[in-house]
């Protein structure tokens, strides 16, 4: 069920769903997560924009606790929820998803300057 949802949220952000053809000024995002200290083996990283504002969303797979969002495909200047889903070792569940650890939502501002951000988080602050 995840996996459809991020793939939904995929196929949203390159089609523009809610962007209404702006043109944006995309930055390419790169970065690092880690978990208590433990980098983050993988995830994902979603940046959705705040209510009310008009910002290019975007995605990236984190592997091996970097993140690199695709050529001109990271987000525009403006201010984002990001939202990271953190996935664990272990088999693939019967709805294809693997088993998930938690997910992690952070407001945050990115400047037409940021191309890099690294995010700490405790596995306390992972919600299932």
């Given at each position: 069920?995840?996996?459809?949802?991020?793939?939904?949220?995929?196929?949203?952000?390159?089609?523009?769903?809610?962007?209404?053809?702006?043109n944006?000024s995309?930055?390419?995002?790169?970065?690092?997560?880690?978990?208590?200290?433990?980098?983050?083996?993988a995830g994902?990283i979603?940046?959705?924009?705040?209510?009310?504002t008009?910002?290019?969303n975007?995605?990236?797979?984190?592997?091996?606790?970097?993140?690199?969002?695709?050529?001109?495909?990271?987000?525009?200047?403006g201010?984002?929820?990001?939202?990271?889903?953190?996935?664990?070792d272990?088999?693939?569940?019967?709805?294809?998803?693997?088993?998930?650890?938690?997910?992690?939502?952070?407001?945050?501002?990115?400047?037409?300057?940021?191309?890099?951000?690294?995010?700490?988080?405790?596995?306390?602050d992972?919600?299932?």
């Amino acid at each position: 069920m995840l996996i459809r949802i991020l793939l939904l949220f995929m196929v949203c952000t390159v089609s523009g769903c809610g962007g209404g053809g702006e043109n944006f000024s995309r930055i390419d995002v790169s970065g690092e997560v880690s978990i208590s200290g433990v980098p983050l083996k993988a995830g994902k990283i979603m940046f959705t924009g705040v209510e009310g504002t008009t910002v290019a969303n975007s995605m990236a797979l984190v592997a091996d606790r970097k993140f690199k969002t695709a050529p001109n495909m990271g987000p525009s200047a403006g201010k984002y929820n990001v939202v990271i889903v953190a996935f664990g070792d272990g088999p693939v569940g019967e709805d294809g998803d693997p088993p998930l650890l938690g997910s992690y939502r952070e407001e945050k501002t990115i400047s037409a300057d940021q191309a890099s951000m690294s995010f700490s988080i405790e596995k306390g602050d992972l919600v299932q």
